[in-house]
């Protein structure tokens, strides 16, 4: 029997279908999304306003019972520029995701930059800086998804 | 060594909630928080288990319920694969003494996932076992027919099982799955891999489990009925199905750990009370004869003999086990609450009959019981 | 009531492509070879501890059973320990808890992974849940992107300096792996190189992030009885810590980044650490990006906030520095995931026990080894030390 030099490679994929659940918070979080609303939970203990909206705070570990709305409007603490590409992306490159600050929020929202010329990283980085204003604009067609933003934009 | 109790149990079970993961996950660690009457900064740690297969398409499962189980700045970990070994960890790190309560967490919401099979089918490698169909229900066909073989246990001593188990489910609140079936219902339930058939074959559940774990002086603050953690066993079998003995496998070894550790010699004789891991039916009389309840062989006289029913001597999964309820994942984690609440005299409906002073708790996993755990918990 | 533990024992597979072998042999290559080290057979070992990154990365699920053979751990015990990128340090922290509350005496602990096998990228997107984040956040360079550039931000340090600084880092690690022989990428560097490399997700470019590995690494820790009895040199255990902080990103601040600070201040009371510039010796850092390295050197006191920079540039973290930082080339020039952070226990160890070869550093008597996981989110700590 002759020894192989190279030794074989097995292609093969996994793939799994999976029903996620929203429940209660996130259906009214996404709901309020079609409605062109963005909405947060605050927390009666130390007062945060989380958004996306949260059924309990991260910290102090009880429910929040306060729904708030909140602005679409925020400043910018930190964007990326994404320029590869990899299997199951969900976006087509190049694309920026940013940190945003929505006013009167104590977390940062993290969602894209849109509408500048996004050609280059030279291109983004300057029509972008930390502390700038952006608003959210939303698709026409919504459908209670996250991209129902289409993505942040400049306040000019 | 410092004894370590079982404080406060809690736990979300059934088919389908329709709530989110990561709220469930909150919702189940508030609940013993509350019924310990501890703020979450009074805990000291953590352990989840959960698996990245049966998490909902999410992967690095304890990431994503980090904050829901309160492990916000804490020192939380988790064990993947097998809940019973949270336990086992939790326990190591009250032992150790750095810490005085852990947390422990079990989480897996079938609802979300495909079917069980779908996901036990990664547990066989790519190359040999995949392409040819094995997965956990497969292996544990050939398993039920090596043991009617071997030992001449009839498919109604199995469908007994099945009969039993989920008529107790019927007293139980948190069960997935109930119902009064005959035996001959269930050997005629279809045939969904034979000689398994569907009845025979565990669903996919919800179960949402948490655990408070303290320290002997800790526990007595918190409740004055603490279960305490009295041995600990686990083993592993060798991985190819071909390369090993399905009806000696490692359940011996982990129980007989278990019962050392816990001054055990006449396991029949001492324990009052087993919640067993038994997603395909024929394994709980395979596994009481592994665990020393009876003699090798003699699974299918025991059931027959009705010892083990929720009135018997020997009730064994009298909250209607894993054929009832099958959250993958935590199911060996719920065995330990439903042994918890039995051995406090809480257990409602499907309280049993005797006091129980001693309990044996069971969780496997892999193919026909590839790891097996065994705790002995008791007042 | 916390026995002693020490480790006797490393063992770790040449680090690369290794598509001539399969995951189960691999991950044996590393057991065989911990066990070699110090002189053990499978039968000394009480218990295996192994963990990995998700199942995904492969497409296998729950691997404790299909490497039950190759970390020899039939018949015994077992616990699988998953904490994301965190896993490595994760599991030597099992392991030590195994030892020190007595329920065993010797414990093997295996990480694993074979990226080469799957598509990380692919696979550490899903590491996101589905309803917000994962649109957006391309995994950890999207993530480490973001904290870098508000690490600059809040320091005002200029663009230049933490790029010169960056090139320094990235030339350090990418040289110091010639002289490991288990690292993976072995390229001389010019400083052009590192400087003009292409863009990956800016600011950070090609050579400040670490490679896709295939590798796996094996450590047996003991207790103080069983190190007595073997006659045998240990790295002991001095100081553990684990912290985690939110899911979601904009949740908590990662520049002042309180999972690493408290991680780390947890680890150094354990161990009496006052002074970690000083005191330490040698730092097994675990770092996938360069920038985000200096944040590390920050928030574990290794300098103040904002002056890393500085530090770097002046040489303190480089092998003839004051603390010397990844010799083995660290996470940027190797990374198998589900082992990378056992590595870095592996090499502290190794150091503490002077068997680091040529990348040695002289004197070692108190070493830190680190891994971060989760998204920026979850951070554990081992300190070992040459006396008990
Ligand atoms: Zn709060």
Redesign the pocket.
């Known amino acids: 029997m002759s020894q192989a030099k190279e030794y074989r490679i097995f292609e093969t994929e996994v793939w799994l279908p999976y029903r996620v659940a929203y429940g209660e918070t996130w259906t009214r979080f996404f709901e309020g999304m079609k409605e062109q609303k963005l909405y947060g939970t605050q ?1 009666r ?2 007062g ?1 306003v989380l958004v996306p909206a949260r059924s309990f ?1 991260p ?2 570990f ?1 429910d929040t019972s306060d729904w708030v709305e909140v602005s679409q409007t925020g400043n910018l603490q930190a964007f990326c520029y994404t320029n590869y590409r990899y299997y199951g992306q969900a976006l087509d490159p190049p694309y920026v995701t940013a940190l945003i600050r929505l006013d009167r929020t104590e977390v940062d929202f993290v969602h894209l930059i849109g509408g500048i010329d996004l050609t280059s990283v030279e291109a983004v980085s300057s029509r972008l800086a930390k502390g700038m204003r952006l608003h959210a604009v939303w698709e026409k067609v919504r459908q209670g998804h996250i991209l129902d933003i289409k993505h942040f934009e400049p306040v000019e | 060594m410092r004894r370590v109790a079982i404080t406060e149990v809690a736990q979300i079970s059934g088919p389908d909630s329709k709530d989110n993961f990561y709220d469930q996950a909150y919702r189940v660690t508030r609940e013993v928080l509350d019924k310990a009457g501890l703020s979450r900064d009074e805990v000291g740690t953590i352990v989840s288990a959960s698996t990245d297969v049966f998490h909902g398409g999410i992967s690095c499962a304890n990431a994503y319920y980090w904050e829901s189980t309160g492990s916000f700045m804490k020192a939380g970990t988790r064990q993947d694969g097998e809940s019973m070994f949270a336990l086992h960890y939790a326990f190591m790190k009250i032992l150790t003494g750095k810490y005085d309560t852990v947390l422990v967490v079990g989480l897996c919401k079938g609802s979300e996932n495909p079917d069980n099979d779908a996901i036990t089918q990664l547990i066989a490698d790519p190359f040999y076992q995949r392409p040819v169909g094995l997965n956990e229900t497969t292996a544990a066909a050939m398993q039920m027919h090596q043991y009617m073989e071997a030992y001449g246990a009839t498919a109604e001593q199995c469908a007994t099982v099945v009969e039993k188990n989920l008529g107790n489910a019927l007293r139980n609140p948190y069960a997935h799955r109930r119902g009064c079936y005959s035996t001959e219902e269930v050997l005629a339930s279809g045939s969904m891999c034979h000689p398994l058939t569907d009845l025979m074959c565990a669903p996919k559940s919800e179960g949402f489990i948490a655990m408070l774990l303290a320290a002997e002086d800790k526990a007595r603050e918190i409740t004055p009925q603490p279960v305490w953690i009295k041995g600990y066993g686990c083993a592993l079998d060798t991985y190819f199905l071909g390369d090993r003995d399905l009806l000696a496998g490692q359940l011996p070894n982990a129980a007989r750990r278990a019962y050392k550790m816990a001054g055990i010699t006449d396991p029949a004789k001492e324990i009052d009370l087993v919640e067993l891991c038994e997603p395909y039916a024929f394994q709980e009389l395979l596994w009481c004869e592994q665990l020393g309840l009876c003699g090798r062989g003699e699974g299918g006289k025991l059931i027959a003999s009705g010892k083990t029913r929720i009135d018997g001597d020997l009730p064994v999964n009298p909250s209607g086990g894993v054929l009832a309820t099958n959250p993958y994942v935590s199911r060996g984690l719920q065995r330990v609450v439903e042994a918890t609440l039995q051995i406090r005299g809480h257990a409602g409906e499907h309280q049993v009959r005797q006091q129980v002073n001693t309990a044996v708790c069971h969780g496997s996993t892999g193919f026909a019981g590839q790891c097996h755990a065994v705790a002995v918990i008791g007042r | 009531m916390a026995r002693p533990v020490g480790i006797i024992g490393v063992g770790q597979t040449q680090h690369g492509r290794r598509e001539e072998m399969s995951y189960p042999d691999l991950v044996r290559e590393a057991v065989l070879r911990a066990l070699e080290n110090c002189n053990l057979t499978p039968d000394d070992v009480d218990a295996v501890v192994t963990g990995t990154m998700p199942s995904m990365m492969e497409g296998i699920a729950m691997t404790q059973f299909y490497f039950a053979d190759a970390v020899q751990a039939v018949g015994k015990p077992i616990l699988k320990t998953e904490t994301c990128g965190s896993v490595g340090v994760s599991i030597a922290h099992t392991a030590y808890y195994w030892v020190a509350s007595g329920m065993a005496d010797v414990i093997l602990a295996v990480g694993h992974e074979k990226m080469f096998e799957g598509d990380s990228q692919a696979t550490m997107v899903t590491v996101l849940e589905p309803y917000y984040q994962r649109s957006f956040l391309s995994g950890p360079p999207t993530a480490f992107s973001l904290q870098s550039q508000m690490w600059s931000n809040r320091f005002n340090i200029p663009e230049d300096k933490i790029r010169e600084a960056a090139t320094h880092i990235s030339m350090l690690h990418h040289n110091s792996a010639f002289d490991n022989p288990y690292a993976h990428v072995k390229v001389r560097l010019s400083r052009d190189d590192v400087m003009n490399a292409p863009v990956i997700a800016y600011p950070i470019r090609l050579y400040d992030v670490c490679p896709n590995s295939d590798g796996a690494c094996a450590v047996i820790f003991a207790s103080e009885d069983k190190i007595n009895h073997l006659g045998r040199k240990a790295a002991w255990v001095k100081g553990i810590g684990y912290r985690g902080e939110e899911y979601f990103i904009g949740d908590s601040d990662k520049v002042v980044w309180r999972a690493a600070i408290e991680a780390a201040k947890e680890a150094y009371d354990m161990a009496g650490i006052s002074n970690p510039r000083k005191e330490l010796n040698v730092a097994e850092v675990y770092n996938p990006f360069t920038y985000q390295e200096m944040i590390f050197y920050e928030c574990f006191g290794f300098c103040d906030f904002g002056e890393s920079p500085d530090l770097v540039l002046k040489g303190v973290f480089d092998r003839g520095g004051e603390l010397p930082v990844s010799p083995s080339g660290g996470v940027l020039c190797t990374n198998p995931i589900g082992a990378t952070g056992l590595i870095r226990v592996g090499e502290a160890a190794l150091q503490i026990l002077e068997q680091a070869g040529d990348r040695q550093i002289g004197g070692v008597k108190l070493a830190l080894a680190h891994a971060m996981g989760g998204v920026v989110q979850l951070c554990g700590i081992m300190i070992l030390g040459a006396h008990k």
Do not use: A, I, L, W
């Open positions: 927390c203990k130390c945060r705070c910290r102090c009880v």
